[in-house]
């Protein structure tokens, strides 16, 4: 016999202060699951939507073969469940310097009942964001599974406000965010198996475009686990800062005339259609070279799209090429461009270790008296969270995962 835990989080891109929601099931199967399925998570996800069990709508519901002859090796007990969220922060252990952690190792008000090991990540280079209290699930303890019983529970709990950073994955610097669960489970024959389950989801915080974030959440937080009641309303802790960033786009939205020139002499004038922008809106741009100078030749012309990331200790950057545009401009009068922010990007940000902003970057492939040359220029752009993010994700984007006890 095998048991297979899957944990399924209903929404994996959230903001910070909005409920987390999540559903654990577990369940003791034949070993033929493996022949059929592979022991591969994605393969074995279809076990928990056969058609053979009902859906869940109780808080904790479990199903029961027909009866069988005892066989204590095909019985596994649930022994211990308990989970932790946390977001922790990648970087260069310089830059522990820069922030202050507060010597916080939990985040939660009250002071732990039991003793538990902490699930998050413990690593040299990484330190928490945030960290809860490890919680225990006695509602799933000392539960004895025959051959295809099932346990299933669903649990939700807050997220801390807007004072932490949107998810990052950056060369120097990342922001990551997880839920964490640990399963032990025992049976005659294996004895007893411990395995943690993680699955991240992805934090935006508008916010951190228009005023800089901590890394490390300065106060304590109640996370308020839920067990019980689990449709909750969400709260919109940014609708101001929503509020504020349209109002900025608004101010930006009119079209911007830039005349670019290379040793004092008109190269061409750049317009664009607004220098501020939202994951998944459309950059447009058009180049008219009617009134170039007679003594220079625009040859070829290249338009970048790029977010850069810049460490604050150290001042060390990077820049990741989103999308490129070339041309060959020579005997143009006018050409134009479009490129898509794609939504997976990040937004213009900044914390006390990193910041990062969005800019055009254009190269020009000229002749100017005979001799090529190559002048570049750069433009800055704003990239917020949509407005209307929230009602788009909330539809959809679930994310699940499973983890196989032999």
Not at 335 to 358: E, G, R
């Amino acid at each position: 016999m095998v048991v297979v835990a899957h944990l399924l989080l209903e929404n994996s891109l959230l903001f910070p202060g909005s409920h987390l929601k999540c559903t654990l099931n577990v369940i003791n199967k034949s070993k033929e699951v493996l022949s059929e399925r592979g022991s591969h998570s994605s393969n074995l996800l279809g076990i928990f939507y056969d058609e053979s069990f009902r859906k869940v709508k109780e808080k904790v519901v479990y199903y029961t073969a027909k009866p069988r002859d005892e066989d204590f090796s095909q019985i596994w007990t649930i022994e211990k469940v308990y989970a932790q969220v946390n977001g922790h922060c990648s970087c260069d252990e310089s830059h522990f310097g820069r922030i202050d952690q507060g010597q916080i190792t939990y985040c939660d008000e009250e002071q732990p009942m039991e003793k538990l090991e902490p699930l998050f990540l413990k690593k040299n280079n990484m330190f928490n964001v945030f960290a809860s209290q490890p919680k225990s699930f006695t509602q799933m303890e000392n539960f004895t599974m025959k051959i295809d019983d099932k346990r299933t529970m669903q649990f939700s709990l807050t997220l801390p406000p807007s004072e932490i950073p949107p998810s990052y994955k950056g060369v120097h610097v990342k922001y990551s965010y997880l839920v964490n669960v640990s399963i032990t489970v025992s049976n005659a024959r294996q004895g007893t198996i411990t395995k943690i389950l993680r699955l991240p989801f992805k934090i935006y915080n508008p916010l951190a475009s228009l005023v800089p974030t901590s890394s490390c959440l300065p106060f304590h937080h109640n996370f308020a686990w839920n067990f019980e009641n689990i449709k909750l309303s969400e709260r919109d802790s940014f609708y101001y800062a929503l509020r504020e960033i349209e109002l900025y786009v608004k101010r930006h939205s009119t079209p911007s005339h830039y005349d670019i020139t290379h040793r004092e002499l008109s190269v061409c004038r750049f317009s664009l259609s607004t220098t501020a922008h939202r994951l998944g809106d459309t950059v447009l741009g058009l180049f008219d070279f009617s009134n170039r100078s007679p003594n220079i030749s625009v040859q070829k012309l290249r338009t970048d799209l790029i977010y850069e990331e810049t460490t604050l200790h150290a001042n060390k950057k990077s820049q990741t090429v989103v999308s490129y545009f070339n041309y060959n401009a020579n005997h143009m009068l006018t050409t134009n461009f479009s490129i898509m922010i794609p939504p997976h990007c990040p937004c213009s940000f900044s914390t006390d270790l990193v910041d990062v902003k969005w800019f055009l970057r254009f190269v020009f492939n000229v002749i100017y008296e005979g001799e090529k040359e190559a002048m570049e220029w750069s433009l800055p752009l704003q990239v917020f969270v949509p407005s209307d993010f929230r009602p788009l994700h909330v539809q959809s984007h679930s994310r699940e995962t499973c983890l196989l006890y032999l």
